[in-house]
């Protein structure tokens, strides 16, 4: 088993003095993995070497990986994965925004699935999928008004979505499935599009959907990343619009200058989400420029007196306060 040894601020450190540049990546493949503790360790290892980092996970259904790779590394990591027989030919999605710091180390991590569903193993299908759509093929059937269901948090959908899209109140995808499933009850024998960042929740949801008797079912081939990439090269109509949420240090990458969302403390326009700088609540909220300075990049009141805070005034708070808030993500844009 292999570990990071360096804290975060060595990590950052790092990071900051490369003289390299690096490529943002993702992929997913759903695909039966025997030993994936193994598997695990000797990506990670291998990996290493290349000076690989990003945030993988591993399960016996396959493998999601978000990743940043140094550029001169991208053909020995291509060929490293196309070594292995589970992951030969795997299809990437390229960051729209890259940066040099979306990671800062290598977690490898073995879950019970790539993306959670709570469901009990059988339950459906996994691998009787709906059909992929370029993006050409995406707007005409979006231009013929076709049903569009965004596959994302709230969090996401919150800053940038397609126009027109049902976009589920949920936090977590195990949440989402039967909600989107309630929202669809009529819509059986109609065309339904459903899109994510990348695809790997949208190919769990169309086979989810086709269980239940749904016989249209399609989905945005390589997700908005890769939808972004496909109308500039096309010079095709966007019609995604805003924001397309990340889940690495970028946190978002912008697809259009339309913004759609609000600050969470005062209101104003503004689709730039961050963690509260309080690192005991770390909550995930959209915040402006004059509430980032008004509030020391937290939350709160009260995050920002613990923020600024000496060490004795921070042993005293904690024992006043419970930082950790009751969820991860605000769902409202109302005063703090």
């Known amino acids: 088993m292999h570990y990071n040894k360096l804290n975060k601020e060595q990590l950052i450190h790092k990071i900051e003095t490369e003289t390299f540049k690096r490529i943002t990546i993702s992929f997913y493949k759903y695909v039966s993995i025997d030993n994936p503790e193994n598997l695990r360790d000797e990506l990670f290892f291998k990996w290493n070497e290349l000076l690989c980092l990003g945030r993988i996970y591993i399960a016996e259904e396959g493998i999601n990986a978000q990743m940043s790779i140094p550029e001169y590394n991208i053909d020995a990591f291509k060929n490293l994965l196309n070594s292995y027989k589970e992951f030969k030919d795997i299809p990437f999605k390229i960051g729209v925004e890259q940066s040099q710091s979306s990671f800062y180390k290598l977690q490898i991590k073995v879950r019970k699935q790539i993306v959670a569903d709570n469901l009990d193993k059988g339950e459906y299908d996994v691998t009787n999928v709906g059909k992929h759509l370029n993006a050409k093929e995406w707007n005409d059937a979006m231009d013929k008004g076709a049903t569009i269901v965004d596959m994302r948090n709230f969090y996401e959908s919150e800053i940038g979505h397609f126009k027109n899209a049902i976009l589920p109140n949920a936090e977590t995808f195990s949440e989402e499935l039967p909600m989107v499933l309630n929202q669809l009850k009529g819509k059986e024998d109609e065309k339904v599009l459903l899109y994510c960042t990348g695809g790997v929740r949208c190919e769990k949801t169309s086979a989810y959907l086709r269980n239940y008797g749904f016989k249209d079912v399609n989905q945005l081939h390589g997700g908005i990343i890769d939808y972004a990439k496909q109308i500039k090269e096309q010079n095709l109509p966007n019609k995604f619009i805003g924001k397309n949420f990340v889940f690495d240090n970028r946190l978002a990458e912008k697809i259009t200058d339309d913004v759609i969302s609000k600050c969470h403390q005062c209101g104003d326009a ?26 020391s990049d937290a939350c709160s009141e009260k995050c920002m007196e613990y923020v600024l805070a000496d060490a004795q005034k921070k042993a005293e708070l904690d024992k006043l306060h419970n930082y950790r808030p009751i969820k991860r993500y605000f769902k409202s844009t109302s005063k703090i």
């Open 270 to 295: 503004c689709n730039t989400h961050i963690n509260c700088s309080n690192v005991r609540c770390n909550i995930l909220l959209i915040q402006c420029p004059n509430c980032a300075k008004k509030y």
